[in-house]
């Protein structure tokens, strides 16, 4: 593994400080007792060591400790903020407000409320990505009880101008729920200075360990919280179950080196995106999906809020006319991922970029940059030249023109937004045999495969289209996912399309 790790808004490596920690706190003393026991000398100092840890992590958000919920991270503190506060305040009135770019945390939670006879208002995003404050306004309802936004988006790093969002939510009695799993350590947050009800904390984004989070869980909407599940009446009845003392302790630290970090983190993250984005300057066909062109300095206080478009660090760009698996695959030298992790698996294209106006064709082209602490302006620069480089090889094999050793005749199938663009050239013997076979194409790396084998099988010697098998024999052969079937259609489909030209040709110049 020596990629250059460029993954951060997906985790973060354990900082040092916070590896200390977590073995000093699994090997003390207080390791063995429970934190609930406070009968004995080991229960109450692991209770102590997680009072610590809970005054740091709240005050990296200006909250008080009493205030802070632990949970198993962001998604669950996401979920208990959503389907908690919606079964309490449900005799109230059953209306949310949420946005179409949210992390999926956030949009299963509101679609699970929605099949049990919730309404959610979805809110659409501007084509910057930003949420406009008079939309929100404009959904409020009598019977709405919860606003719920990001602060900065995991995908594109779109800052909501979740100050002013706060204010209008709170003058119209209705609470307000912030994900900053992504933002906590590196923007601005004061929970004491905006009227968020409920904020929502992971570790593993702010170089703690994966599987502890924290909820911010102001006093006032504290009442209207009902558990979502029951047990032993820990952290004051909203999350029962026994405190993971090491992790917690993890965690203190994480929020403690975040909080004095920030500043100087955050400038260092812009440079390295700065940086990334001039070693990228002149490579045409690279858009970036962000507010503010990217690289805007984070500002100094939440006063300087409205400044702050965009999360310090994250670059996501699109780069047209090529398929954005093969993309990745041309980069073993970078770790990073295209869109969101979790869709990764789908191969759908990013459901935040669409949302946010982003064609389907270059959405399946993204790829997120994030960039961390250990990154140095030399990775920054590299990670550009290796993204230049792929991109200038995947444009190779799409080459507009026709293949040399013409003439040729061609069909062609697909589309990028479709997943695979195909472009086939042959020529054909006097008896209709394939004499020559030449794919241009953007497409995954499953189908580039598939073409280069059957070019390969017509080099050896000339042979039958019907030889050369169907798209089923290809997969077999070329271990080709089922779901991929429709791209070697395609192939098939240009493949036949250029031989049916090709056979016309040899017609018309043969019947007169
Ligand atoms: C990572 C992330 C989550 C999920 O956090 P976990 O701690 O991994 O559950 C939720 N929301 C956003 C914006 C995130 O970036």
Redesign the pocket.
Known sequence: MNAIYLDH?ASTPLDPQVIAALQAALTGEAAAGNPSAITHAYGRAAAAQIEHARERIAALIGATARELVFTS????S?NLAILGLARGRESFGRHLVSARTE?K?VLDACKALAKRGFEITWLEPQRDGRILPEHVAAALRPTTQLVSL?HAN?ETGVVQPIGAIAELCRAQGVFFHV?A??SAGKLPLDVGAMPIDLL?L?A??MYGPKGI?ALYVSERVRPWIEPLMWGGGQERGLRPGTLPTHQIVAFGVAAELARHRRLEDSRHFDGLARRFKQSLEGLPGCRYNDAAGGGAAAGDSAAGEAAVRHLPGLVSLSLEGVEGESLLAELPQLALSSGAACDSATGEPSYVLRAQGVPRELAQSTLRVSFGRGNTLEEAEAAARYIRAAVGRLRDEDDAGEPPGGPWLQGSAGSLAEGARIRCFVRLTADGRLAALQFRLAACPHTRMVARRLEARVAAGPCAVTELGQPAEWAVDAAVPITKLGRLLAVEDALRRAVDSAAAARSRTIEP
């Open positions: 808004a991270g962001a998604t669950e996401d992390h945390a990001m995991n994900d799993a992504q929502s992971s593993h984004k989070g």
